[in-house]
């Protein structure tokens, strides 16, 4: 079995890492919050790291972080020169956060030259899917088949399909794309809901008719109907992160020259709506923002 370094053990990473471990490959956690790397060893048969040397000994390194910045940050400048400072050559980063596709190939590029392998792996599904194992995978690459047999392996013990999606970068881009997409539907779902809430409508009954006609998406079926009506607003997906993910998006398009006017709005209101309330709250509550600030 390979050995497997997880750093970032969130509300994503703590779950993905905890299937590794159930699997059977030897772990060994860092989180940046070193309460949380204590209580994850604590529970689950995992190792604690506390500088890049501790991954001295790793084969596959798997990131769940915030953004690809950070990713960059513990790969190449955390205290001496980073993790990859310590990897032996062979050795795959497999980066599954949500991070931004350009950074991640400067990144590859950087792994390269040091024999490092890097497959881009970012996950849908959720806090609910990555606690079952079930995530779905966007898997980019350049790299040589060693790469991605060793990277696939861990991968298997968190996930129920893996997509190829093509060179390193192009899981990133795709999971951009669809977190635009998701958070467009979202957006306008929350637009209607108000909408309708001003003009005397019942928000059960808008919820119900929307997800038996064509307006129904998944934040209609699944965010409004769990989080919104309940007003419970913990999908576990955080109004920062998914401004964060659009935002990716909208640079994408900007640096293809594309215009995207429609996923430059979505951004305008994520963002408005973390400023209001915070990006720390979880994103479905932004609809009480938006309630009070059409
Ligand atoms: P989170 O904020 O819950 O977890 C991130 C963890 O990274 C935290 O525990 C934090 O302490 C740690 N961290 C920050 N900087 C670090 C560093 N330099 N070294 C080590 N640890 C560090 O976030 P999350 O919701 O788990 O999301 C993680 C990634 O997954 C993001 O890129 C997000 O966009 C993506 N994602 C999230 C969801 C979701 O539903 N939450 C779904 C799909 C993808």
Known sequence: MYT?????????????????????????????DAEITVDFVAENRATAAVEPADFAAVDV???????????????????????????????VLVDMSSSEPVGTRELGGRLRGRGIGMVDAPVSGGVEKATDGTLAIMLGTDDAAA???????????????????????SGHAMKAL???????????????????REFGLEPEVMVEVLNSSTGRNFSTEDTFVKHVLTERYDTGFTLGLMTKDVGIAADLAEELGLPAPVCAAVHARLRDAAEGIGGSRDHSAAITHWAKHP
């Open 61 to 91: 390194v798997v990131t769940m972080l915030p953004t690809g910045r950070i990713v960059r940050e513990a790969l190449l400048d955390w205290g001496d020169g980073g993790i990859a400072a310590h990897l032996q050559p062979g050795s």
């Open 147 to 169: 790469s991605i047999e060793r990277a696939v392996q861990v991968i298997d013990a968190m996930s129920a399909r893996i997509f190829r999606t093509g060179p390193l970068g």
């Open 178 to 196: 669809n977190n635009y997409v998701a958070a467009a539907g979202f957006t306008a779902g929350c637009e209607a809901l108000n909408a309708g």
């Open 4 to 32: 497997v370094g997880f750093v970032g053990l969130g509300r994503m990473g703590w779950p993905m890492a905890r299937n590794i471990v159930a699997a059977g490959f030897p772990l060994v956690g860092y989180d940046a």
